[in-house]
């Protein structure tokens, strides 16, 4: 699994930060937590929250920013985790979780004007969820991460549902029982 920061520009031209978590055999993304002042005290305690979530996994990889402690990666090792720093300069070390936090820009916030914390949170619970549920990914032969299978073609005569997600942002689809 691994880690990193996604920082976000709100209207009233204030920063927020937000920490995501992404196993990498599922693809399953965590939204851990947001502020506008990341703290070391913050970030330990986002991590006390997620790290029983995340015992057995094998790797925790995240980058060599300051805001990551020793008291961060203490949390994760006494699940079992190993935790790995990137390289100095090497954005490809972390590259699953760079590109997951490309994607919820691309598809998600890039679309957006973002009010504040709360109105960030509940965007990014609901992408997420979406994300995890009906996101198809490559990697995965084109399912989810929550690993449902993708639903079989229909007949003909069967109908399409749509179900709109942020506001009609991004679509879903499924056919009729």
Same mark, same amino acid.
């Given at each position: ?85 990137? #390289?100095? $300069? *090497?954005?490809? /070390? ?7 936090? %490309?994607? +919820? ?47 079989? #073609?229909? $007949? *003909?005569?069967? /109908? ?7 506001? %009609?942002? +991004? ?7």
């Amino acid at each position: 699994m691994a880690c990193d920061f996604l920082t976000v520009d709100t209207v009233l031209l204030r920063r927020l930060y937000v920490l995501i978590f992404i196993e990498h055999a599922t693809r399953r993304v965590h939204l851990s937590g947001i502020t506008a002042n990341p703290t070391k005290a913050w970030v330990t305690q986002r991590a006390r929250e997620l790290s029983p979530r995340f015992a057995g996994l094998g790797y925790l990889i995240h980058g060599r920013d300051a805001i990551f402690t020793r008291s961060f990666d203490e949390v994760f090792a006494a699940e079992g985790l190993e935790v790995i720093r990137t #390289p100095v $300069r *090497a954005p490809r /070390a972390n590259s699953i979780c760079e590109r997951v936090v %490309g994607t +919820i820009r691309r598809e998600c916030l890039d679309g957006m004007l973002i009010l504040g914390v709360g109105h960030l949170d509940q965007v990014l619970t609901e992408y997420i969820a979406h994300y995890n549920r009906h996101r198809p990914h490559w990697s995965l032969d084109q399912r989810p991460p929550d690993g449902t299978a993708v639903s079989s #073609p229909q $007949r *003909a005569d069967s /109908a399409l549902i749509r179900q709109d997600v942020l506001g %009609g942002l +991004i679509h879903e689809y499924q056919w009729a029982a």
